[in-house]
């Protein structure tokens, strides 16, 4: 069996609640095709790397999630 790592960092306009459906989709995402979840964790708010542009909006930060799954 295959082991995985996945990284997600979400939109910093999301509020709680918008931040935690879109994780629950993604989680239902694997879950869905036969994978298991071993580990998870929510790092919260942290500056990105490097800023993202998109249309209008400038982001320098970003809400980060981790996830270990098979």
Known sequence: MRHYEL???????????QSADTWGRIKGFINNRQGEIDHEETWG???LA???????????????????FS
């Not at 990284?7 to 609640?17: A, F, G, I, R, W």
């Not at 490097?50 to 809400?63: A, C, M, T, V, W």
């Open 7 to 17: 990284v997600v960092v979400l939109s910093p306009m999301l509020n709680q609640e």
């Open 45 to 47: 708010t942290r500056r």
């Open 50 to 68: 490097y800023p993202i542009r998109k249309g209008q909006y400038h982001f320098l930060e970003g809400s980060y999630h981790l996830t270990r």
